[in-house]
């Protein structure tokens, strides 16, 4: 049995979750709907407010799926409860960022100003100039936008500047060990 599969998702009060026919699963919740068409070979057990995802065979792909399939569920289940977050952190002198409206402006060293649009999967907060905050209640495109804005100014490892996540680990590289000759 997969480990991850055979967990149960306990589906929390408030949270109404639904599955139609090719196992087209809605999760509404607080924080909004999240609909998602899981592979159709899976299965699902509901007791009360558990769900159990099941598989039809032990083959290969079959329990690879279990495991994807519960965990695509539980994602749904939790963002539309908690939603997620990415937090980034910006490192380098004068580079900074800020938002105006529903737009992240970013100076990261380039001659122009960076901007992206937030839209309404993912909201922005930018509680300070060297820190950005990136919310919504699917983990997927959270995690993708928090990509596309660290993509604009990776880090280096040579003094650490540019946009990390904030549980990143940057390996610092030492710089020219030689020095002039005379």
Known sequence: MSRIGKMPVTIPAGVEVTIDEGNLVTVKGPKGTLTQTLHPSMGFERDGDVLTVTRPSESKQN???HGLTRALLFNM???VTEGFKKELDINGVGYRAQKQGTQLIMNLGYSHQ???QENEDIS???PAP???IIL???KQKVGQFAAEVREK???EPYKGKGIKYNTEVIRRKEGKAGGKKK
Request: hydrophobic share 45%; aromatic share 0%; proline share 10%.
């Open 124 to 126: 922005i907060q930018v």
């Open 114 to 116: 960076v901007i992206m």
């Open 63 to 65: 329990k690879a799926l």
């Open 130 to 132: 060297n820190k950005i």
């Open 136 to 138: 919504g209640r699917d």
């Open 153 to 155: 100014r990776p880090p």
């Open 77 to 79: 289940v939790h963002g």
